[in-house]
């Protein structure tokens, strides 16, 4: 079961939800609108803002705002701060991560459709069974939407990276895998599990080194009595 459980491999890029688009949203920020904005001193001035790690201009709802990250911990949350007015948005990296996760998905591209509504926004700190470690970005935005599918767009707002995408076809594969080719349900006692893969190695090791002894011996009898 576990050698049939790892031809799934192949299964496991065709099975995922559909989304529009996985690449970043691109924004020409005008020259002109740039120089009449606040600078970005004054802004982080008036913020209490005295140093900063990166930021980004980003454009949310047809509005530009300073993205601040002001150090490198994963626990930080950007800001963020109108170009114009130099006001900080409430609730900005939620927000973002909303509008990252309809422009994946494709829920903003017709405006005479009402957009999917959300059921939840949760930090990911670190990696979970849904959100395994081969996706590689901590941390990132959980946005799940109220859809028969129940599909979640993780989003890294750092980066206004697409993350991963998971709906309930995707989760019960990902489950299945898990169990029965990771061993996911053993990640509690490590030590047991790596035991029992070491022993089953082995027993393949012997069972090939057995095969090879016996084939070879075989011919060299047949040898003989010819």
Same mark, same amino acid.
């Given at each position: $079961?576990?050698?049939?459980?790892? &031809?799934?491999?192949? &299964? /496991? +890029?065709?099975?995922?939800?559909?989304?529009?688009t996985?690449?970043?949203?691109?924004?020409?920020?005008?020259?002109?609108?740039?120089?009449?904005?606040?600078?970005?001193?004054t802004?982080?001035?008036?913020? %209490?803002?005295?140093?900063?790690?990166?930021?980004?201009?980003?454009?949310?709802?047809?509005?530009?705002? !300073?993205q601040?990250l002001?150090?490198?911990?994963?626990?930080?949350?950007?800001? !963020?701060?109108? =170009?114009?007015?130099?006001?900080?948005?409430? %609730?900005?990296?939620?927000?973002?991560?909303?509008?990252?996760?309809r422009?994946?998905?494709g829920d903003?591209?017709?405006?005479?459709?009402v957009?999917?509504?959300? @059921?939840?926004?949760?930090?990911?700190?670190?990696?979970?069974?849904p959100? +395994? !470690?081969?996706?590689?970005l901590?941390?990132?935005?959980?946005?799940?939407?109220?859809?028969?599918?129940?599909?979640?767009?993780?989003?890294? +707002?750092?980066?206004?990276?697409?993350?991963?995408? =998971?709906?309930?076809?995707?989760?019960t594969?990902?489950?299945?895998? %898990?169990?029965?080719?990771?061993?996911?349900? /053993?990640?509690?006692l490590?030590?047991?599990?790596?035991?029992i893969?070491?022993?089953?190695?082995?027993?393949? $090791?012997?069972?090939?080194?057995?095969?090879?002894? =016996?084939?070879?011996?075989?011919?060299?009898?047949?040898n003989? @009595?010819?």
């Amino acid at each position: $079961l576990w050698a049939v459980s790892g &031809l799934m491999h192949p &299964l /496991m +890029t065709n099975v995922r939800p559909a989304v529009k688009t996985q690449a970043s949203p691109t924004h020409i920020l005008p020259a002109s609108e740039l120089r009449q904005g606040m600078p970005l001193t004054t802004v982080l001035r008036k913020a %209490g803002i005295p140093q900063f790690f990166k930021m980004h201009l980003i454009q949310m709802d047809s509005s530009w705002y !300073y993205q601040v990250l002001a150090s490198d911990q994963m626990t930080d949350v950007p800001r !963020y701060f109108n =170009l114009h007015t130099g006001q900080e948005l409430i %609730g900005g990296n939620r927000l973002y991560a909303v509008h990252l996760a309809r422009h994946f998905l494709g829920d903003d591209s017709d405006l005479t459709i009402v957009p999917e509504p959300i @059921e939840s926004i949760k930090t990911i700190t670190h990696y979970t069974a849904p959100y +395994t !470690y081969v996706n590689r970005l901590l941390p990132v935005e959980k946005v799940s939407f109220v859809r028969g599918d129940q599909i979640a767009i993780y989003v890294d +707002t750092h980066n206004s990276q697409f993350a991963f995408a =998971l709906d309930h076809h995707r989760a019960t594969f990902n489950q299945f895998f %898990g169990w029965f080719h990771t061993w996911s349900w /053993m990640d509690s006692l490590p030590s047991l599990k790596v035991a029992i893969i070491a022993l089953i190695l082995l027993m393949a $090791l012997f069972t090939a080194s057995l095969g090879i002894y =016996l084939t070879i011996k075989t011919r060299s009898k047949k040898n003989s @009595e010819n």
